[in-house]
């Protein structure tokens, strides 16, 4: 196996595969990606976690790197979804997660998922990230925190979004579904929350 994927197998599998890339900033075994993915496999989804080329290469010599051109990270999602031979979905995080919502119905995945979708940057909530939303050709699911600066319930409340996405919201969490103390929630619990929302989906849709 590549040193730029990682298989988190399901103890009780539902029977599909979830491609699952990372954000922009951080690498696919993050403490992040590598909690969500365990508590993805505890609910019978088996995660292929993966690293675009400009992560992989850093890895490879620790230099830092600007994620590749959108071509780029579109054209790696589609060689590696082209090697599976069962059923899967795709998403990821952030930058991952649009990634995948932009390919999904052309690679046939089942459906896509995204933690934490970057609507728009944070403080431009003009330039919006939403055209590829608002016409789906498969059921796609965004886990969003409240609080997140890449697009927040009022914000997305005003977006024309086509009937197959399905939103989730996780109360009090930011980008990283981190919530606020007073919430009275941790982090581990809204990723937790997150997968068991995200296992549903991928039933629903197999």
Not at 102 to 131: N, Q, S, V
Not at 173 to 186: M, V
Not at 194 to 202: Q, S, Y
């Amino acid at each position: 196996m590549s040193n730029a994927v990682l298989l988190d197998e399901a103890l009780t599998p539902l029977g599909a595969t979830l491609v699952l890339g990372h954000g922009a900033g951080a690498p696919m075994d993050s403490p992040f990606m590598a909690l969500l993915a365990a508590q993805l496999a505890l609910r019978g989804v088996r995660v292929l976690r993966f690293e675009f080329p400009y992560m992989a290469a850093r890895r490879r010599d620790g230099g830092k790197r600007p994620p590749n051109p959108m071509p780029v990270l579109q054209a790696h999602l589609r060689e590696l979804c082209g090697e599976l031979d069962q059923p899967f979905f795709v998403g990821g995080k952030s930058m991952g997660g649009r990634v995948a919502s932009m390919l999904a119905g052309e690679l046939g995945a089942r459906g896509f998922l995204c933690f934490g979708y970057p609507f728009h940057p944070p403080g431009k909530p003009e330039k919006t990230r939403i055209a590829h939303l608002q016409q789906l050709e498969c059921p796609g699911l965004i886990l969003q925190g409240t609080r997140d600066p890449f697009g927040k319930p009022e914000e997305v409340a005003a977006y024309t979004l086509d009937t197959r996405l399905q939103l989730h919201w996780l109360d009090s969490g930011e980008h990283d579904f981190k919530p606020l103390k007073a919430s009275g929630r941790t982090q581990q619990e809204l990723i937790a929350e997150a997968a068991e929302v995200a296992a549903g989906f991928c039933r629903q849709h197999l």
